[in-house]
DNA sequence: GTTGACCTTCCATCGACTGGAAGCCCCACA
DNA sequence: TGTGGGGCTTCCAGTCGATGGAAGGTCAAC
């Protein structure tokens, strides 16, 4: 299968798939003309990483996860834990982003926003605090 | 002022503050010798860019923050309308975290997590669904 | 034989820095 | 007056995860 093929199975952009060969995350054969030549394990794997990413594990953890994926006798623990990883950094996102909204709300509705130059906005940024 | 006490009055790292320098976000006098000189004007300014991008906002939203900032005479709905896309942007992005957090969480809490090898969320990743 | 889609490699670019090298400059202390 | 150390300068490279584009080879249909 070549690689345009395997793009749309995978839902990964050609480019990025050239990409993960590239970094050695996926290596792929080749056919007689130099394609590449994407079995349907290569499939499997290119997915397994495409929904690794969109789960927001980074590109080498995606190296760690594929090689637990291809690895029959690895414990469920060692994937636990980087899953349990991954997650506290999610929420810890979730924390901060949070912790944005509060403040920038907070600007954003006591400013009036009308045609006057007065902004709150301006002067929290400014580092005047504003209640 | 030279940039190594900008730095520390302002937050920002002094290499950054070259970056920005170099970028054409804020630009700084120059003492004879050469150095940077800053004023506390500029002082102001390094805050604010500080004080916006710890809210979230890119580098290009802090040149139009900081040009409304100069502005005396600018309505205050210009600013809001900035400010209040950033938040839609910030909802969006937590939104998308927590739909991540609870697939992840589901995946997580479903593996027992001990030296066995079946585990629910390399079955997940490769796309075999896990209830 | 000639389109046009698809494939190849290679190089550049994005954002927002960050690290490091090589070389001035300045001040305190002996 | 010399020396040491810290701070400053510029410039170049690297980070992460792609993405865009150029130049050129390949293939299948008409």
Redesign the interface.
């Known amino acids: 299968m070549n690689i345009g093929a395997a793009a749309r199975q995978s839902g990964l952009p050609a480019k990025t798939i050239r990409y993960y060969e590239e970094i050695g995350l996926l290596r792929a054969d080749r056919a007689a003309n130099g394609y590449r030549d994407y079995s349907t394990e290569d499939i ?1 794997r290119l ?2 990483v495409q ?2 990413r969109s ?2 594990f980074s590109v080498e953890e995606c190296r760690q ?1 594929l090689s ?2 291809s690895d ?6 060692d ?3 980087i ?2 990883e ?2 506290g950094e ?2 810890r ?2 924390a901060e ?2 912790g ?2 509060h ?3 907070h ?2 509705s006591s ?9 709150p ?2 002067d ?4 005047k605090v504003t209640h």
Chains 1, 2 share one sequence.
């Open positions: 499997h997915r397994f929904r690794a789960l927001g996860l637990l994926y029959r006798d690895r414990a469920s623990a994937v636990k834990a899953a349990q991954k997650l999610i929420d996102k979730i982003l949070t944005l909204r403040m920038l709300g600007l954003v400013c009036h926003g009308d045609d006057r130059p007065d902004c906005i301006i929290g940024l400014a580092g």
